[in-house]
């Protein structure tokens, strides 16, 4: 079963930001064992973050990773463009919408309203929990034969999402 990694952000793609996600994941996904050929750099837009999946899922690729784009805003699309290229609806999760408002209240200070974009997660997805930050990422068995994860931009974030739940996880299917 092989894996891809997606890293979402014009910021990465214009050289801004230095992309140690894709290097910590490919390491990760050595340590498990499981097999990766190709990682993508996209920008922030609907349409060739839908061509990164496609592109991906033509290649067989088999458990799809993305970093990036689940903040709270407008250019942070990878939710609900993975929902949308599938066709399948964004659910809020009132456990998620209350996560974010109690880490702000614990800074004294109140969730923006944008911060709810958050708790929108695709329909039969499963919430990968973020104990770092507002951004939680998920974990969908979209199929017997594709796994979609989605993890923040924000590395230490996604390095403790990484270990914390999505390693138990990709264990659990047999993997690693």
């Known amino acids: ?28 996904l050595a340590l498990l064992g499981i097999p990766h050929y190709y990682q993508m750099v996209v920008g922030d837009n609907r ?3 839908k061509q990164a999946i496609a592109i991906a899922i033509d290649r067989g690729s088999k458990i799809l990773i993305f970093t990036g784009g689940l903040g709270p805003t407008p250019d942070d699309l990878t939710c609900e463009t993975i929902a949308d290229f599938f066709g ?31 708790a929108l997660i695709p329909q039969s997805a499963s919430v990968l929990p973020n104990p770092a930050g507002t951004a939680p990422g998920i974990i969908w068995q979209k199929s017997a034969d594709l796994t979609i994860l989605t993890f923040p931009g924000v ?13 138990p996880y990709l264990k659990s299917k047999g993997l690693g």
């Not at 609806?89 to 209240?105: G, M, N, S, T, W």
């Open 88 to 118: 399948v609806p964004l659910v809020e999760e009132r456990e998620v919408l209350a996560d974010i408002a109690q880490k702000y209240a614990s800074r004294g200070s109140k969730m923006n309203p944008s911060n709810r974009k958050q």
């Open 47 to 49: 349409d060739r973050i």
């Open 1 to 28: 079963m092989t894996a891809e990694i997606i890293c979402v952000g014009t910021e990465l793609l214009l050289g801004y930001i230095i992309n140690s996600n894709a290097q910590f994941l490919a390491q990760q």
């Open 155 to 167: 590395p230490s974030e996604m390095h403790r999402m990484w270990r914390e739940t999505a390693v």
